[in-house]
């Protein structure tokens, strides 16, 4: 169904495996949004998912980094913006996460894709 390497360079990990991966941080994120007060990261980003181990196949993602974190009441103005999230089925909700997090993966694909040609000539 997906690839196991996309170009020349031979893949450390399969899609499979950023896939799981994806949805155990998807599933953090749904867990701290469902605490009361909410706990909102604001500092998403690859530097702050970590892996348990240095086998892809066994390894698992862990979200970190919560420095810049905020607690939010509910009925603040940060609550209200998750409420359709929170208001959607359960599968539903993961579903919404693990979209808006494929579209930061892909976006950040692409900007490497961009600026790897100028950053490293080389290649």
């Not at 066994?58 to 919560?66: E, Y």
Request: net charge neutral.
């Amino acid at each position: 169904m997906f690839p196991h390497n996309s170009g020349p360079v031979e893949s450390m990990y399969t899609w499979l495996d950023a896939l799981r991966w994806l949805e155990q941080i998807a599933a953090a994120l749904k867990y701290l949004h469902s605490l009361r007060p909410m706990v909102v990261h604001r500092d998403l980003k690859l530097e702050n998912m970590l892996l348990t181990g240095l086998d892809p196949a066994t390894a698992d993602a862990k979200l970190a980094d919560f420095g810049l974190c905020k607690l939010v009441k509910v009925g603040d103005r940060a609550a209200d913006c998750t409420a359709l999230f929170a208001a959607l089925p359960g599968s539903l909700s993961l579903l919404c996460l693990l979209l808006c997090l494929v579209l930061c993966l892909v976006l950040c694909l692409l900007l490497c894709l961009l600026l790897c040609p100028l950053l490293c000539p080389l290649l």
